[in-house]
């Protein structure tokens, strides 16, 4: 009789221990458990821990509520000023509603991701080639909002969406370049335009201060020449300026002019010869 008793309650332990082996769960702290009885969803959401359900009746799926980053495939695609481009991206989601997300959509990630490419093609067709190239933060958002509306529904939270690459032609990578070397090289000339202008505008000031003060002219020339000869050159070319010649002219006092030798007085004229008497005829006036 006893024998039989432990026998008994040897079996019901074993099978309690079976049924509670197959009842037992344990969720995750990052998972959330859903469970269908019969087929039908039951109205609570297993937390994370132990928790049990009945076998063979119950079904108990997990869910995963971490966030989830998921690549998008480049998509190709003309934008709005008529560039091919090939734009990639990235989208981080997480699941809010474990429910929803099981009971609405069949498989939320395939979702999720044909729902990201159709956006990706949609924005690459509205925007410019600049906007997507500069301008990314403003696509990022409009991407989101693309994305979050029909996810929402899903149990799905739309985190954040990046775009990651903008692949261009080659044609169109050398006209660009074109086109910045063109832009700098066009402000490389107006700055050096501008500097000249300054310059002018500063060594006019400097010739009228050298104008009102001439020593100052000498005073430059000699830094000059020193900044030239700190350099241990064998020969030294100084040009001197015709301002500075002035200044030497002005400032060397006029040495007195000799006075002019007395000139002689001029000599008479000569006087005239006498007449010369001619013995065999009448008397003939030379200067006739």
Do not use: C
Request: aromatic share 4%; no cysteine; charged share 25%.
């Amino acid at each position: 009789m006893i024998e039989e008793l432990l026998m008994a309650v040897a079996g019901a332990a074993a099978a309690t221990a079976v049924y509670v082996g197959a009842a037992a769960r344990v969720v995750k702290q990052y998972e959330r458990g859903v469970v269908f009885r019969f087929g039908r969803l039951r109205g609570e959401v297993r937390p994370p821990g132990f928790t049990m359900i009945l076998p063979a009746v119950d079904r108990l799926h997990k869910v995963n509520m971490q966030i989830v980053t998921m690549p998008v495939p480049a998509q190709e695609g003309i934008t709005r000023d008529n560039v091919t481009v090939r734009v990639d991206a990235v989208v981080y989601f997480r699941v809010v509603d474990a429910a929803e997300a099981l009971v609405r959509v069949e498989d939320y990630k395939f979702a999720v991701s044909q729902m990201a490419q159709t956006s990706l093609r949609s924005i690459i067709g509205k925007s410019d080639l600049d906007d997507l190239l500069s301008n990314r933060e403003k696509l990022n958002q409009g991407l989101e909002l693309m994305l979050d509306s029909p996810a929402i529904g899903w149990g799905v939270q739309i985190d954040r969406v990046e775009i990651k690459d903008v692949s261009l032609p080659e044609t169109m990578k050398r006209s660009m370049a074109r086109q910045a070397e063109a832009d700098r090289e066009r402000r490389a000339r107006l700055i050096n335009a501008d500097a000249e202008l300054q310059a002018s505008k500063k060594l006019t000031e400097a010739a009228h201060q050298m104008a009102d003060a001439p020593a100052a002219l000498q005073l430059r020339l000699l830094q000059t020449v020193m900044a030239v000869a700190a350099e241990k050159n064998s020969t030294l070319v100084l040009p001197i300026p015709v301002e500075l010649l002035r200044f030497l002219e002005r400032a060397t006092p006029e040495a007195p002019r000799p006075e002019p030798a007395p000139q002689a007085p001029p000599a008479p004229p000569p006087e005239p010869l006498p007449p010369i008497e001619d013995l065999t005829g009448p008397s003939v006036d030379p200067s006739s």
